[in-house]
């Protein structure tokens, strides 16, 4: 079947013209290029080369440089394959409408953006990277260009807004499915939304929502996973617990069929939510819950609540057993291991 998909291919305007400069330097030369070089090619000094290079290091060009040799350009990114995501999705709501940034400040503030604008319910916002990623609680996600999945979806659920959070569990499945079903990898979720392998984070689901109380605007669904990041390109202080499929499988991942096998395992739970409720994605959930009879520690507005997990309840909050045998329910929370 012919897909009727609609892609929109948005470049960064972020990339100055002499970073491009560079990179279009370095492209053409089979070998070294010296900073002098290039430095007269753009009419700036030496030390300005090196920080174009520096940043564009950061974008995800493998740039080797050697003193007194100079510079040559080793790998470039690479780039998911449209075509591929768009067949293996012809026949998905969530493969209908996609926009693909080669860099952009988030994909979630995209979505928002579009969501508020009237963007289609399966408007899938990916990019290569972002300036200004973030999971949940404001913190910052990194991500390699090119080595990872950062991708949000929009949702249009016909739900009061007191179930919106269940969604995260939704997301949380299908993110699990697609990549066991790519890779065998078993994957495990630490409650409310982080994605675990081999007790190692490998990626998180930032969900926000729009609406009144009685009825769900829209939801904003963003997914971000380390897929064929390099040990080296991990932050230092994440490198003792952060992981990606790569390190854990050995091998690279093809990250189009990735992102499509996740999109088609979000079309099912999605589908599954919205006809039958929140069973069965409550259940997966369970089977792959990471802190379950685990000692941990869950940050309160009050301080730190120390106790075994047990689980979830069946609106999505983590049951904690505190001496006694007293059970405590937390809807909310920043959760450690104790």
């Known amino acids: 079947m012919e897909s009727s998909s609609s892609v929109v291919y948005v470049e960064s305007n972020r990339m100055s013209k002499r970073k491009r400069t560079v990179i279009d330097i370095l492209r053409d030369s089979p070998g070294f290029v010296s900073g002098e070089a290039i430095s007269g090619t753009l009419g700036i000094s030496r030390n300005a080369v090196h920080k174009h290079v520096k940043s564009l290091r950061k974008r995800g060009y493998r740039i080797l440089g050697i003193s007194r040799r100079g510079y040559r350009l080793e790998e470039e990114p690479c780039k998911l394959v449209m075509p591929v995501i768009t067949e293996m999705t012809a026949n998905s709501v969530f493969g209908h409408a996609f926009r693909y940034y080669d860099e952009i400040e988030s994909t979630n503030v995209e979505a928002k953006t579009l969501a508020v604008g009237g963007a289609p319910e399966g408007t899938v916002v990916i990019a290569e990277s972002q300036s200004a990623g973030r999971g949940r609680l404001g913190r910052r996600w990194t991500s390699p260009a090119g080595k990872g999945l950062l991708f949000s979806v929009i949702l249009r659920p016909d739900m009061p807004m007191g179930d919106a959070h269940l969604f995260t569990l939704v997301a949380a499945a299908a993110a699990c499915e697609g990549i066991e079903a790519q890779t065998k990898i078993p994957v495990q979720v630490k409650w409310p939304n982080d994605l675990f392998v081999n007790n190692k984070k490998v990626g998180g689901i930032l969900m926000e929502v729009a609406g009144e109380q009685d009825e769900i605007d829209w939801v904003v669904a963003g997914i971000g996973i380390n897929v064929n990041t390099e040990f080296t390109e991990l932050p230092v202080a994440l490198r003792r617990t952060a992981i990606s499929l790569k390190m854990a499988g050995g091998t690279p991942i093809d990250r189009s069929e990735l992102l499509a096998n996740v999109l088609l395992a979000l079309e099912k739970n999605y589908s599954e939510a919205l006809r039958g409720g ?28 120390v106790g075994e997990a047990t689980g979830i309840d069946d609106r999505g909050a983590l049951l904690v057993q505190l001496p006694h045998r007293h ?11 104790h």
Not at 282 to 297: A, C, N, T, V, W
Not at 327 to 337: I, M, P
């Open 278 to 305: 929140f069973g069965r994605p409550l259940q997966k959930f369970r089977e792959r819950d990471y802190l379950l009879h685990r000692s941990i520690s869950v940050q309160t507005r009050e301080g730190a609540v």
């Open 327 to 337: 059970v405590r329910r937390f809807h909310s929370g920043d959760v450690t291991l």
